[in-house]
């Protein structure tokens, strides 16, 4: 398995933006996909977007969609989720996860998360 950390996450205005990150340690991080998922207090979890392990495919949940951009940097095994136009509706817990499976917009497919990283989005 791999070991992941996210980090960028903080307390913003709306209409700001954020960039965060997922790096990863351990196996051939190259050999995952790995995808995003938030979960806001009282919610269910939410996919928000994932990146194929070869970065040719990429998804976007309908919340999320044409404001934000998942990239991969493999030089540093690391997943960046540029997230613009923040809304208060975007205020969740965000997870990173990894899965070799070509499902990666399944949740039950994931076999590493990392602890999350808090986003507070304020009127």
């Known amino acids: 398995q791999v070991q992941l950390v996210e980090s960028g996450g903080g307390l913003v205005q709306a209409g700001s933006s954020l960039r965060l990150s997922c790096a990863a340690s351990?196996?051939?991080?190259?050999?995952?996909?790995v995808g995003w998922w938030r979960r806001a207090p009282g919610e269910q979890r939410e996919f928000v977007s994932a990146?194929?392990?070869?970065?040719?495919?990429?998804y976007y949940g309908d919340s999320v969609k044409g404001r934000s951009i998942i990239s991969r940097d493999y030089a540093k095994n690391m997943v960046h989720l540029q997230l613009n136009n923040l809304k208060p509706e975007d205020t969740a817990v965000y997870y990173c996860?990894?899965?070799?499976?070509?499902?990666?917009?399944?949740?039950?497919?994931?076999?590493?998360w990392g602890q999350g990283t808090q986003v507070t989005v304020s009127v």
């Open positions: 351990g196996r051939t991080f190259s050999d995952y996909g």
């Open positions: 996860g990894a899965t070799r499976s070509l499902y990666i917009k399944s949740w039950g497919e994931y076999e590493s």
């Open positions: 990146i194929s392990h070869t970065g040719g495919s990429r």
